[in-house]
Structure formats: C-alpha cells, structure tokens
C-alpha cells in the first residue's frame, strides 16, 4: 500500500541491506577471479539503515510521506518460525558483536556502484502494486479487506492455539 513499508524488524533497528542486483555482481567478481578468492569470504553489506530511515527514503523518491511498521506481530514469529524470529531478535538487539563499517566499506570498494536504499527505491520506481510513484493510485476495491480477514482468522486460530499449549 502506499505510504507503507513493512519488514520483520523494529522501526529503529538498523539492518545491513544489500541489492540481490550487487550481490550478482559480486558473485560474478568472484568467479572471474577464483585464484584471487580462493578461501576467502565477502560480506555482501551495502549500507545500513533503520525502517524509519527508509521509509524517510521513500517519502522522499517517491513524493508520498511513509511510515514504517514491523509485520507480522512478534509474537507470530515465535510461535510459528522460531529461528526467525531469533534472528530478528539479534538484529532488533542492534546485532552484538558485529560491526559492518567495515564490511560496507570492503564492499563499496569492490562494487562502487552498490545500491543503497535511495538508489533501490529509485531504480524500482513503482509500489507494490506496480503502478509508478509518479501515477495516480488504482481505484480502490473491497479485494484488499477480504484478502486481511481470510488470513488473519487462521493466524488468530493458530495463536489461540499456542497459546493454550503453551499452558499446558
């Protein structure tokens, strides 16, 4: 939806991000050099931001004002994706015991042109629903609610669930 930017993390917890566009090039810098890169390893980190950082990104390549917001609830996670939801942990916990100033700048080095999250948004250049920030939302349709209330009734039957085996 417009104005909105969702990922698993909190508001302000800052997450290494990378292009899947550079990691290709990486990729290809690597096996055009195996001799080079022979047992060596390269974290794929291109910048490091926060939700609300990139959603400030967006409102700006865009010309809508964003907000962001964790989905789906925590809890959810948990219950249904326990190692993802551990992971999310250690990132929303501001990652301890890693640094990747270093890894952003090894890579830059490599991939001048990596894309950050101003560069992404830009080349995209369209919302989800593929119309371009620059065109006039689709006319709205009643398909959106339907959609939320046919997945969140299993979602809430399946906490309910945790829940009371939880107390068992």
């Known amino acids: 939806k417009r104005g909105?930017?969702?990922?698993l993390y909190d508001a302000d917890s800052r997450v290494a991000l990378v292009a899947t566009r550079d990691i290709g090039k990486a990729a290809?810098?690597?096996?055009?050099?195996?001799t080079e890169w022979n047992g060596k390893t390269l974290d794929c980190v291109a910048?490091?931001?926060?939700?609300?950082?990139?959603?400030?990104?967006?409102?700006?390549?865009?010309?809508?004002?964003c907000t962001y917001k964790?989905?789906?609830?925590?809890?959810?996670?948990?219950?249904?994706?326990?190692?993802?939801?551990?992971?999310?942990r250690y990132v929303s916990d501001g990652m301890p015991g890693y640094d990747c100033?270093?890894?952003?700048?090894?890579?830059?080095?490599?991939?001048?042109?990596?894309?950050?999250?101003?560069?992404?948004?830009?080349?995209?250049?369209?919302?989800?629903?593929?119309?371009?920030?620059?065109?006039?939302?689709?006319?709205?349709?009643n398909r959106g609610i339907a959609v939320y209330v046919l997945l969140s009734v299993p979602i809430v039957i399946l906490a309910i669930v945790a829940a009371l085996e939880l107390r068992k």
């Open 28 to 34: 290809v810098l690597v096996a055009d050099n195996p």
């Open 101 to 141: 100033s270093d890894d952003i700048k090894r890579f830059r080095s490599l991939i001048p042109d990596a894309m950050g999250p101003k560069e992404w948004f830009t080349a995209k250049g369209c919302w989800s629903d593929g119309s371009r920030f620059n065109e006039p939302p689709p006319p709205e349709s």
């Open 4 to 7: 909105n930017l969702s990922d």
């Open 70 to 88: 964790p989905a789906p609830p925590r809890f959810i996670l948990k219950f249904l994706l326990p190692d993802l939801y551990h992971m999310v």
């Open 47 to 65: 910048s490091l931001k926060s939700g609300n950082e990139c959603a400030a990104i967006l409102s700006e390549v865009s010309g809508v004002p």
